[in-house]
């Protein structure tokens, strides 16, 4: 995946599983957790366009607690980093989730995007999920483990401290960009990385061998959940103008499985009202 002098434009697709993706030069399947695939799936054939992201400077060991992060590693640290043109774009997706053109009911094209940036736009983002009767901070806190977000506030406050307060709007703001979805042009790719993943190295750091084994399969996945919430930490204290910036666009998700809106609601309220922390994703 070495890349020449013209610009890149590439969209991971983090998988944990052999699933079918979308025929068409934007995106590259990559494998995450392969580490733990492989051993679980032994002798199996893969198919010669995935990539494995226990190769090259990788944290695959880690996805069992970083989930789709270990590919955006990857992505950073063997692609984004060895490419020299600051005109590339480079994006991440999930095997269930991806971006979608106004009105389209199919995966954003190679040659939607090339449009989209030749329209001038930088910053492509999923639209908004909004928690109506939420805040952030408070979602979070009833629905998941609320320590390791509380430890992630400790760990900006002391190594990233411009970002305190956009982090301190978590308790305010009832929407966010979510999923761990999103296509931003080198410059930016690599600024957030190194934000990204400076504050979860610290904070794996900080925790202690049974903070880090307490939870189960679900809750275990706390820092690709805590991710989801500093995109707009990152990008709210850097463009304090995001909503109206002429180069940031929202796409629709489109979800290639069905969601079940009662099961999601019913686990919402049960979290809100009666403390069922949530046991999976729906």
Request: glycine content about 4%; hydrophobic content about 35%.
């Amino acid at each position: 995946m070495k890349k020449g002098t013209s610009p890149a434009l590439e969209v991971i697709v983090a998988t944990h599983k052999m699933y079918v993706m979308p025929d068409d030069s934007l995106y590259q399947p990559l494998l995450v957790g392969s580490d733990f695939f492989l051993n679980q799936q032994k002798g199996v054939t893969l198919p010669k366009n995935l990539i494995l992201d226990n190769t090259g400077a990788h944290i695959s060991s880690k996805n069992h607690n970083y989930s789709e992060l270990t590919g955006l590693y990857w992505l950073w640290q063997n692609t984004v980093k060895k490419d020299t043109n600051p005109d590339s774009f480079y994006g991440l997706v999930h095997y269930r989730r991806f971006l979608s053109a106004k009105n389209k009911k199919t995966p954003l094209t190679k040659t939607e995007l090339q449009n989209l940036i030749n329209l001038k736009y930088e910053i492509i983002l999923p639209k908004k999920r909004n928690y109506y009767i939420e805040n952030l901070y408070s979602h979070y806190a009833h629905t998941l483990h609320i320590g390791p977000l509380a430890r992630t506030r400790e760990i900006i406050k002391e190594k990233y401290p411009n970002f305190l307060p956009e982090f301190d709007r978590l308790k305010t703001r009832r929407s966010a960009h979510m999923f761990n979805i999103f296509i931003f042009k080198k410059p930016l790719f690599e600024e957030y990385c190194e934000f990204l993943f400076g504050i979860l190295f610290a904070l794996e750091s900080s925790l202690t061998k049974e903070e880090l084994t307490r939870y189960d399969g679900f809750h275990a996945r706390f820092f690709g959940r805590i991710s989801e919430l500093l995109l707009d930490v990152f990008l709210y204290t850097k463009f304090p103008d995001l909503d109206k910036r002429s180069d940031v666009l929202e796409l629709q998700v489109l979800e290639l499985e069905p969601v079940n809106w009662i099961e999601k609601i019913s686990n919402f309220l049960l979290a809100k009202f009666f403390g069922k922390k949530y046991k999976k994703s729906c």
